[in-house]
């Protein structure tokens, strides 16, 4: 009897499942979900990880309420890398997908991905040269093995930060080499896509802007090798200039903004973040007024309010600025007398409704700063013209620089009274002066130095890697506490020369971040030394 109960049931069953098999999968499968994802929207998102503005150790940005940064770098500020890494991560995450993709493709479409490959590349370049400027030895070789190959590689080892260049050099020629005219077009890159910042509309296009950008990695690149192997600095600047570098600010590298899904998020955070926090240093604000720069009424101002910056009318007279000197902290400047009567401090904050607008631009690389490296290859005879052509390139990066502040204005849509672009008078007079003015004996001074004013809204970490590369702007460095500065004369100069590595990699990584500890010489600290800055 138990039996044939079983027989029935065991019957009935099939019978069900019969009648529902034939229409299993049809039922069982969401008509919504993607089935095909593009590439090219993934990269997309690399694109958007920012390139930094304003930088606290070359003494642009000062925030007097954190002890750790007014120290210049203690041995207590562990944590300046943490938004690096997880960019850096973010984006070979990106890249990682993308080649997956990519390879999973009949062999017949991958045809059309054969430019994508070296826009990666390159894109790929342009990020590890970053990191390797900020921290030295990084996971390279192995980075992005896990996300395809599996637990093996969830743990890289660190590699040697002269070798990661290297390779980075390879990559990026390699990459430029292996564009083709039938290698497709990228339609979602931001840059130069379909929609991108600046849109062209075919393979061969597009294809010579990424060309102009790995080629201007290239010169940037060399000129990193200046004091460290001129030989190496010179054959580089010289490939790269004969391949053709960006000269134009048609050309610039860069992402924008529509104000409704994205803003700026570095310039969005000063406005919504802790506004009466963030101030321009004294040796920048007395730069811009030494000079009468005329750039200054874009990049800082005095506000009624330094905790809303959006209220009220912001002074921005470049007599009436001032800067926060540098080693001075919160309690102190109270004690000085220095507090606003409504929020903060009394001093110069960043022009929120001009340069720093959260609307505004995010510039990747741009003409004027490799107008710049070019003046100073010219000036060292590593390309042709001399210190003629030299002055030419100098003159030539203020002005591009001058003109960016017009398409600055067009992006911030404010509503503000200021002045919409810098005129011919104001820019006569200061190429005039005498601060300015084109003087072949301090070249590497007056060059750098621009460099360094240029860098304060496209890219503030370019700004401290050239300062440690050349010295230069000169500044003096921060004295809030001298026992710790002076110590055993260990320091050098003062000035941080990397950050450390994350705090989570001593947690996720252990092992191999002890080994890239021990590689550098046994201490994960701020004065360790990039193998292209020697002392």
């Not at 002045?419 to 008078?425: C, K, L, W």
């Not at 450390?500 to 360790?528: C, F, L, R, S």
Request: hydrophobic residues 40%.
């Amino acid at each position: 009897m138990k039996k044939l109960k079983l027989i029935i049931c065991l019957s009935a069953f099939l019978l069900i499942f019969v009648g529902c098999d034939k229409d299993f999968v049809e039922i069982n499968t969401n008509p919504y979900q993607i089935t095909k994802l593009d590439p090219g929207i993934i990269f997309a998102g690399s694109q958007r990880i920012g390139s930094g503005g304003r930088n606290q150790i070359v003494q642009q940005d000062v925030n007097p309420m954190n002890t750790g940064a007014t120290k210049g770098f203690s041995l207590n500020y562990d944590n300046a890398s943490g938004g690096s890494w997880s960019s850096y991560n973010g984006a070979l995450k990106a890249f990682s997908h993308v080649l997956d993709l990519i390879d999973a493709m009949p062999e017949e479409e991958q045809a059309n991905y054969v430019n994508f490959r070296s826009i990666l590349r390159i894109w790929k370049a342009y990020v590890f040269m970053r990191l390797v400027d900020q921290l030295g030895n990084v996971p390279y070789f192995d980075a992005l093995k896990a996300y395809s190959l599996g637990e093996d590689y969830f743990y890289p080892k660190y590699d040697d930060a002269k070798i990661i260049y290297e390779d980075l050099e390879k990559e990026i020629r390699e990459a430029i080499a292996a564009f083709s005219p039938n290698g497709g077009f990228v339609s979602a890159d931001l840059f130069w896509g379909s929609n991108g910042s600046a849109p062209t509309n075919n393979a061969t296009a597009q294809a010579e802007q990424w060309k102009k950008l790995g080629y201007s990695m290239l010169l940037r690149m060399g000129m990193r090798y200046s004091r460290y192997a001129p030989a190496t600095a010179e054959r580089i600047v010289k490939e790269a200039f004969a391949g053709g570098v960006i000269l134009d600010n048609k050309d610039n590298v860069f992402v924008i903004y529509d104000g409704t899904f994205y803003n700026n998020s570095g310039n969005n955070g000063l406005i919504t973040g802790n506004p009466n926090f963030n101030y321009v240093s004294e040796p920048f604000v007395n730069k811009l007024k030494n000079t009468n720069d005329p750039r200054g009424k874009y990049l800082i101002c005095k506000y009624e309010d330094p905790g809303a910056l959006l209220s009220g009318a912001p002074n921005f007279k470049l007599e009436d600025q001032r800067g926060v000197p540098i080693g001075v902290d919160n309690t102190q400047l109270t004690t000085m007398g220095e507090s606003h009567p409504v929020s903060g401090f009394n001093f110069s904050q960043w022009n929120v409704w001009a340069a720093f607008g959260r609307l505004n631009r995010d510039f990747w690389l741009t003409s004027s700063q490799n107008l710049l490296l070019l003046a100073e290859a010219a000036h060292r005879g590593w390309i042709p013209g001399g210190d003629a052509q030299a002055k030419e390139y100098y003159e030539k990066a203020i002005q591009a620089d001058m003109d960016n502040y017009t398409l600055l204005m067009s992006d911030v849509k404010m509503g503000l009274e200021i002045a919409p672009s810098i005129t011919e008078a104001e820019r006569s007079a200061y190429l005039a002066h005498p601060d300015i003015a084109w003087d072949a004996a301090n070249a590497l001074k007056l060059i750098n130095t621009q460099y360094w004013i240029i860098n304060v809204y496209v890219d503030g970490l370019e700004a401290w890697n050239n300062f440690k590369r050349t010295g230069y702007p000169e500044l003096k460095r921060n004295e809030y506490d001298n026992a710790f500065w002076l110590g055993d004369g260990s320091f050098g100069d003062g000035f941080p020369r990397r950050y450390k590595y994350p705090q989570t990699e001593m947690a996720e990584n252990a092992a191999n971040y002890e080994a890239a500890v021990a590689a550098i010489g046994g201490k994960d600290d701020n004065w360790v030394r990039i193998f292209w800055d020697p002392k």
